[in-house]
């Protein structure tokens, strides 16, 4: 099993729309919780980290489930130049190295 | 700040060949680490770094080596460059956590490596 999973996607959904991405994680004891957006032949960039309580920033929402050993990041009222890849992160172990999802792709459509 | 910084850009090898990738990051950030990126597959982790003098290897360290002699600098070696090589490179670095400030990772524009 993948230390960390997403759903590759694409998602295509209409402008206005809300979308939800989730990522699960193998490592019960991972302490740090990312999502990043990585737009096309960029690196990626932090959109937010993801808080125990779960945390918003605007249109996003990042919650943790520790319980079923999952993130998520809700992004609601769509716009067009949401449209890229976002990257789910893991920090764990000893060294705490970071793990990335494959990366789940949202396409937005006027 | 520059943040972090990588060179070459681009870079095309022949099979076999060795080379050196540069990063260097002025963040004063004690973690450090080299990631390839493949289509479909995500961002891989090689090699990284807790601090001068300490490594560590990632998912993939087989064909690269790395070593960390300052704080600043975390270059990654091919030793001798396959086609399966071709591929992103991304380096990156962080705080690490449990300072009170944010350990996100930091990237560089990563560098394209083309081995024929």
């Known amino acids: 099993r993948k230390e960390v999973e997403q759903d590759p996607g694409p998602f295509n959904v209409p402008e206005g729309a809300t979308v939800a991405f989730n990522c699960t994680y193998s490592?019960?004891?991972?302490?740090?919780f990312f999502w990043y957006r990585q737009d096309c032949r960029k690196e990626p960039k932090l959109l937010m980290s993801?808080?125990?309580s779960g945390n918003e920033d605007g249109r996003f929402t990042a919650q943790l489930n520790r319980a079923s050993q999952y993130i998520s990041l809700l992004i609601r009222d769509s716009k067009l130049s949401d449209s890229a890849t976002y990257l789910c992160?893991?920090?764990?172990?000893?060294?705490?190295?970071?793990?990335f999802g494959t990366g789940t792709k949202l396409q937005v459509i006027p | 700040n520059a943040g972090v910084t990588q060179t070459p850009k681009f870079q095309v090898l022949k099979t076999g060949q060795s080379m050196t990738l540069q990063c260097a990051q002025d963040m004063n950030h004690e973690y450090m680490s080299w990631y390839r990126q493949d289509p479909g597959m995500g961002l891989r982790l090689i090699h990284y770094s807790v601090g001068a003098g300490i490594t560590d290897q990632g998912e993939v360290p087989n064909g690269y080596n790395v070593s960390r002699s300052t704080t600043e600098d975390f270059p990654l070696r091919l030793l001798s460059a396959a086609p399966s090589q071709t591929s992103v490179y991304f380096c990156a670095s962080s705080y690490p956590p449990g300072q009170g400030v944010s350990n996100e990772q930091f990237f560089g524009p990563g560098t394209r490596l083309t081995v024929l």
């Open positions: 490592n019960s004891a991972s302490q740090s």
């Open positions: 993801v808080y125990s």
């Open positions: 992160a893991v920090r764990s172990g000893g060294y705490q190295k970071v793990t």
